[in-house]
């Protein structure tokens, strides 16, 4: 099992900063990658950032170039640090991380609130 704690969120002022940390535990060692996802308010989920265990990244167009996903294996944390925030990235942020073997499975942290006013 793998239990994934998100934290950082809050409301911000629309151009503002934010970075999001999600803190993994457990059999972290079968995860292969790494994930924030969104879901805003009458939304699907949707992934914006993934990182893999070599460090390979991806965004969705929606934050590229604004949002920084990262990790600190050391600590087993990942981060994702959000710049030029607008009030269209209002949402619930997830963490999620991906195992592939014995069985692909994905665990989900809670979620955390981010609010960005106009």
């Known amino acids: 099992q793998v239990q994934l704690v998100e934290s950082g969120g809050g409301l911000v002022q629309a151009g503002g900063s934010l970075r999001l940390s999600c803190a993994a535990s457990g059999t972290i060692y079968r995860i292969v990658a790494m994930n924030w996802d969104r879901q805003a308010r009458g939304k699907q989920r949707e992934l914006i950032a993934s990182i893999t265990n070599d460090g390979s990244t991806n965004y969705a167009d929606a934050v590229n170039g604004r949002f920084t996903i990262s990790r600190d294996n050391a600590r087993n944390t990942m981060y994702l640090q959000m710049n030029s925030l607008k009030p269209e990235d209002t949402a619930v942020y997830y963490c999620?991380?991906?195992?592939?073997?014995?069985?692909?499975?994905?665990?989900w942290g809670q979620g955390t609130q981010v609010t960005v006013s106009s």
């Open positions: 999620n991380a991906y195992r592939q073997y014995p069985i692909p499975f994905n665990y």
